[in-house]
């Protein structure tokens, strides 16, 4: 069960971190985390990635140099700090944890970024 948080209005040029917590007790450091996003009348894109040791990060093009993706394995949650924040990142952000080998990912519900003036 993962839960984002962290959404919400900013201008142009602003911040935002979202965080996604995994609630189900899973052991989180068997999962490949990442972030996705689903702007208004658009498919759902890759956004980040981020590896069950941090050490692989991957990122789309049109965020690199602007956010970046973190994980904390103690406590089961994944970061994305997103700064010089543009309004085409305006979307709904969405989770996902992939487990290593085989098993089907899981997706939070999602939480609204909206990048305005």
């Known amino acids: 069960h993962l839960v984002e948080s962290g959404g919400g209005l900013v201008q142009p040029g602003g911040s935002l971190t979202l965080t996604c917590e995994e609630t189900?007790?899973?052991?989180?450091?068997?999962?490949?985390m990442g972030w996705y996003r689903q702007a208004p009348g658009q498919e759902r894109e890759f956004v980040a990635q981020?590896?069950?040791?941090?050490?692989?990060?991957d990122y789309t093009d049109s965020v690199k140099g602007r956010f970046t993706i973190s994980r904390d394995n103690a406590k089961s949650t994944v970061y994305l700090q997103m700064n010089n924040l543009k309004p085409e990142d305006t979307a709904v952000y969405y989770c996902?944890?992939?487990?290593?080998?085989?098993?089907?990912?899981?997706w939070g519900k999602g939480t609204l970024v909206t990048v305005s003036s």
């Open positions: 981020i590896s069950v040791s941090s050490y692989t990060l």
């Open positions: 996902r944890a992939r487990p290593l080998g085989t098993g089907m990912d899981a």
């Open positions: 189900s007790g899973i052991i989180f450091s068997h999962y490949i």
